[in-house]
């Protein structure tokens, strides 16, 4: 019989996973409003509006649509793989939130304990975050070879052969911030991003790793499967690529999928480079005591996803070479090039 | 020259500043029957009235023009005699002849206003209305009762505008009711 203590911690790590994935369910929700809103606007109409004020209901009335509509599995397809490639492609979206730190520690009232906003601190956080992050790939490729159509193939290629090339774009951008955090824990790299800079910048990574942000912007890009670089459901050449046969609940697996991608990589970028939940220096302090440590947080994430989906409807799509060029003989050496001169300025 | 553009990204930060600009900028979207309305200019040809004049009698002296010159003879008019009732009362029309039956198929009307331009007491002219559509058949034949009573739009408000509106449904069919006071340019 193990004592109070370890069961008490036993059941706040399984609220806080229960907490998080339901956060995580529901996130995709009010983002593709927001997504459909900002598509509106930015093409000067006004998107989603009849459901609700402002089409704010319009994702559910979708939700339920999507929920009712027939499972197609096509025939010739194959149904073990057709059905298991959806969550083999979702489960790694939601594993990689387990070493996400979303806040300092807050005391809850009623049983007065410090709580951790983050499930686990691993020592190796950044790298569990690629690691389990790059599987999501083997769904959609799964997803594209199950299906037995020519579109989706050529869908699941292509995101393999995307994701090869920008994964390893991406990991070696990741290495400058833990070469000046030196650790890979992500609470440790958001602990030394406090502080300022000369008293008015904030001390983060974005100042130190120019480079490396822009670099990690642009491969998180490929990693989501957005615009510019959407070529695994190119629209245009592959009807939706990768999904073209999923139907219902399946697709709306991907689509989570997709949204929870968006949401790790406005994360991730958060964390590395612009310093987690540290408010900025200029911020008075008593309004610093006032507002909680997450609601920077998630201000930077929605600054964020807000770029992304303005990014999505600014750019065109690149062509399948242009995106190996870019991978190959642009990123990569620049990714190196930004760990030589990071390992040159910490000497 | 090109090298920098391509490293700090000038032509990305140029289209993105642009979608930025109409992402900020008003939508030409019209919330058409839920919130807004188009009023048409004083030219426009819509559903037709029949007018009076200022002691409020009827200007239509069933001279069947408007019915004889209607290229799709919509148009039907039965005229009577309008005299002898009582001769202190203020008779209905400005002269003893006024339509007993006055009526207009909408459903033939094509809207070329030809009567209007026929009439010699411009009794018919074509109004504002553009809302026709109603759930039987019965609405779209207009008769004198309804081409007599006044429309929400006066005949010397200026149109061309985008005003508030309030979506009104009911049995008879839809109607937007405008709210004229406030005008709003629509681009």
């Given at each position: 019989?193990?004592?109070?203590?370890?069961?008490?911690?036993?059941?706040?790590?399984?609220?806080?996973?229960?907490?998080?994935?339901?956060?995580?369910?529901?996130?995709?929700?009010?983002?593709?409003?927001?997504?459909?809103k900002i598509a509106g606007h930015i093409q000067l109409r006004l998107g989603p509006f009849r459901v609700g004020p402002h089409g704010v209901l319009q994702p559910l009335a979708d939700m339920i649509k999507l929920m009712f509509k027939e499972d197609i599995t096509p025939y010739k397809a194959d149904k073990w793989l057709f059905r298991?490639?959806?969550?083999?492609?979702?489960?790694?979206?939601?594993?990689?939130?387990?070493?996400?730190?979303?806040?300092?520690?807050?005391?809850?009232?009623?049983?007065?304990?410090?709580?951790?906003?983050?499930?686990?601190?691993?020592?190796?956080?950044?790298?569990?975050?690629?690691?389990?992050?790059?599987?999501?790939?083997?769904?959609?490729?799964?997803?594209?070879?199950?299906?037995?159509?020519?579109?989706?193939?050529?869908?699941?290629?292509?995101?393999?052969?995307?994701?090869?090339?920008?994964?390893?774009?991406l990991t070696f951008s990741c290495v400058g911030v833990v070469m000046i955090a030196n650790s890979l824990s992500l609470v440790d790299i958001?602990?030394?991003?406090?502080?300022?800079?000369?008293?008015?910048?904030?001390?983060?990574?974005?100042?130190?790793?120019?480079?490396?942000?822009?670099?990690?912007?642009?491969?998180?890009?490929?990693?989501t499967n957005r615009i510019p670089f959407d070529l695994p459901e190119d629209e245009g050449t592959l009807a939706a690529g990768y999904h073209v046969e999923y139907s219902g609940m399946r697709f709306a697996f991907f689509m989570l999928t997709e949204y929870l991608a968006m949401v790790t990589v406005s994360v991730l970028s958060v964390i590395l480079f612009f310093g987690g939940w540290n408010s900025p220096p200029l911020v008075p302090e008593t309004l610093n005591n006032l507002i909680p440590p997450i609601f920077w947080f998630i201000g930077k994430v929605a600054v964020f996803i807000y770029f992304f989906m303005w990014l999505r409807f600014t750019l065109p799509r690149y062509r399948y070479d242009q995106l190996m060029t870019i991978g190959w003989k642009i990123l990569l050496p620049l990714s190196l090039l930004n760990i030589l001169i990071t390992g040159l300025l910490l000497i | 020259?090109?090298?920098?553009?391509?490293?700090?990204?000038?032509?990305?930060?140029?289209?993105?500043?642009?979608?930025?600009?109409?992402?900020?900028?008003?939508?030409?979207?019209?919330?058409?029957?839920?919130?807004?309305?188009?009023?048409?200019?004083?030219?426009?040809?819509?559903?037709?009235?029949?007018?009076?004049?200022?002691?409020?009698?009827?200007?239509?002296?069933?001279?069947?023009?408007?019915?004889?010159?209607?290229?799709?003879?919509?148009?039907?008019?039965?005229?009577?005699?309008?005299?002898?009732?009582?001769?202190?009362?203020?008779?209905?029309?400005?002269?003893?002849?006024?339509?007993?039956?006055?009526?207009?198929?909408?459903?033939?009307?094509?809207?070329c206003g030809?009567?209007?331009?026929?009439?010699?007491?411009?009794?018919?002219?074509?109004?504002?209305?553009?809302?026709?559509?109603?759930?039987?058949?019965?609405?779209?034949?207009?008769?004198?009762?309804?081409?007599?009573?006044?429309?929400d739009i006066p005949a010397e408000f200026e149109g061309g505008f985008v005003v508030k509106a309030k979506f009104i449904r009911n049995d008879e069919g839809i109607k937007v009711k405008p709210d004229l006071s406030k005008k709003k340019r629509w681009w």
């Open positions: 019989m193990p004592d109070v203590n370890t069961l008490i911690e036993v059941a706040l790590i399984i609220v806080k996973v229960v907490i998080v994935s339901m956060i995580l369910f529901s996130l995709p929700l009010p983002l593709t409003w927001l997504e459909r298991l490639s959806p969550i083999v492609a979702m489960v790694p979206a939601f594993a990689v939130y387990a070493t996400i730190p979303f806040g300092n520690t807050v005391t809850v009232p009623f049983i007065n304990k410090e709580i951790s906003l983050h499930i686990a601190d691993m020592n190796v956080g950044i790298l569990y975050v690629l690691a389990i992050g790059g599987i999501t790939v083997y769904g959609i490729m799964l997803g594209g070879w199950a299906s037995n159509s020519k579109y989706a193939l050529l869908g699941g290629i292509r995101a393999s052969a995307q994701m090869v090339s920008y994964e390893i774009a958001v602990h030394t991003q406090k502080g300022a800079i000369l008293g008015i910048l904030p001390n983060w990574n974005i100042f130190y790793q120019p480079l490396g942000f822009i670099i990690f912007l642009i491969a998180a890009l490929a990693e | 020259m090109n090298l920098l553009k391509k490293i700090f990204f000038i032509d990305f930060i140029k289209g993105l500043s642009l979608t930025f600009k109409y992402n900020v900028s008003r939508t030409i979207t019209m919330r058409y029957p839920d919130e807004e309305k188009w009023l048409p200019y004083q030219r426009f040809r819509g559903l037709h009235t029949l007018n009076r004049d200022s002691q409020g009698r009827e200007l239509c002296v069933a001279c069947e023009l408007c019915a004889k010159v209607c290229p799709t003879q919509c148009i039907t008019v039965i005229p009577m005699e309008d005299v002898g009732t009582d001769l202190k009362s203020v008779p209905r029309g400005i002269s003893d002849r006024i339509a007993k039956v006055y009526e207009i198929n909408l459903v033939r009307c094509l809207f030809f009567c209007e331009d026929a009439c010699p007491t411009t009794a018919i002219r074509m109004g504002r209305d553009y809302e026709l559509a109603c759930f039987t058949l019965d609405c779209a034949i207009a008769d004198k009762k309804k081409l007599l009573t006044p429309r």
